[in-house]
């Protein structure tokens, strides 16, 4: 089992390029969620998702998208970055909702200039 | 909303030397409380949960937490440290409600372990 796969590790965009992050998992899990974190901050849940075709918004949605067609794969899309979301985002997933142990990627850093 | 406080940004113990971490979270209704670590680089890792039952709870490596109601708080302690528990460790609450599942993390304790 590959586990939780982010993609790209790194990546650098100008102010109001878009671009998607990735992320699948390869354990059947219903649960997936995205984080980003920042120094002094820790991780903040931006968008999550139940299950396919399911999404809702986290505690940071604004500026982000998402979608759910399959069960494995969660993919964050920036659609006009600013450099406030300068960051690393984490994927998680679970069997089920949170009370379940989330498994992580390995992290995206994302710098946007 | 809930929220977790971890007063303690930055710890220095001396490998050997026990160690606690402070967690307290604001929350209505009983907690779903966990610690995860986070290694330099990597994402993060679970170390323990509390749902219901005992208030102490056993975890990997060695690490151990004591939920207590009346205080708000759910204390990570190990009573020996090693120089691999060097790392960021996150204090977490869960919510639950309808269709609502949220995870709310503190803001870390990094951990230097002196050898």
């Known amino acids: 089992n590959a586990g939780v796969t982010q993609t790209p590790k790194f990546q650098v965009l100008k102010t109001g390029q878009s671009m998607t992050l990735q992320c699948a998992q390869d354990?059947?899990?219903?649960?997936m969620s995205w984080y980003r974190q920042d120094p002094g901050m820790g991780l903040r849940l931006i968008h999550y998702s139940v299950g396919a075709g399911i999404t809702d918004q986290g505690e940071v949605p604004n500026g982000y998208n998402v979608s759910r067609s399959t069960t494995e794969d969660f993919p964050l899309r920036l659609l006009s970055a600013a450099p406030s979301q300068t960051s690393v985002y984490f994927c998680?997933?679970?069997?089920?909702?949170?009370?379940?142990?989330?498994?992580f990627g390995s992290g995206t850093q994302l710098s946007v200039l | 909303a809930q929220s977790v406080t971890q007063p303690d940004i930055h710890i220095t113990v001396s490998e050997g030397a026990s160690l606690e971490l402070r967690c307290n979270y604001s929350y209505g209704a009983t907690p779903y409380l966990f610690w995860y670590v986070q290694s330099p680089g990597q994402g993060l890792q679970l170390l323990l949960k509390y749902f219901s039952g005992d208030t102490l709870v056993q975890g990997i490596k060695g690490f151990e937490a004591e939920f207590k109601r009346s205080q708000s708080s759910f204390n990570l302690r190990k009573p020996s440290v090693h120089w691999s528990d060097a790392a960021e460790y996150f204090c977490?609450?869960?919510?639950?409600?309808?269709?609502?599942?949220?995870?709310?993390f503190g803001k870390g304790t990094l951990l230097t372990v002196n050898p």
């Open positions: 998680a997933s679970s069997l089920g909702p949170f009370n379940e142990k989330l498994f």
């Open positions: 354990m059947n899990h219903e649960y």
């Open positions: 977490a609450v869960g919510e639950v409600g309808g269709s609502n599942y949220k995870l709310t």
